[in-house]
């Protein structure tokens, strides 16, 4: 599978964006989706995931204010970003999996196929 991410931008404190990822491949409904973020100088940090079937997890410093979702029918993910703090200024980048396991969402090597990264600028 192909992803691609897009959606970053700059936005002030506060605000929001939302995040698409567009998949090819007749399979996508198959895939975990994750996103995972990086910041310079900083290690590749887990965001968010949703399963084949829906389910979501987040990383504790977005849970509440960001929102991770698919469109099968559609071949996307999205993550939506509200209450956007300075500290959530990253690269972000969605990624793929068909084979990882619940204990490894958060783990970034276990994903197979990722996107280019779109950049995430939040302003104080």
């Known amino acids: 599978v192909q992803l691609q991410a897009s959606g970053g931008g700059l936005v002030q404190a506060g605000g929001s964006l939302r995040l698409s990822c567009a998949a090819s491949?007749?399979?996508?409904?198959?895939?975990?989706m994750g996103w995972f973020r990086q910041a310079p100088g900083k290690e590749r940090e887990f965001v968010a995931v949703i399963s084949r079937d829906g389910g979501r997890y987040y990383a504790d410093s977005v849970k509440g204010r960001f929102t991770v979702s698919r469109d099968n029918a559609n071949l996307m993910a999205y993550l939506q970003m509200t209450s956007l703090k300075p500290e959530d200024t990253a690269v972000y980048y969605c990624a793929a999996s068909r084979t990882i396991i619940l204990s490894d969402y958060a783990d970034h090597n276990r994903y197979d196929y990722w996107g280019r990264g779109t950049q995430v600028t939040v302003s104080s």
């Open positions: 491949g007749r399979t996508f409904r198959s895939y975990v």
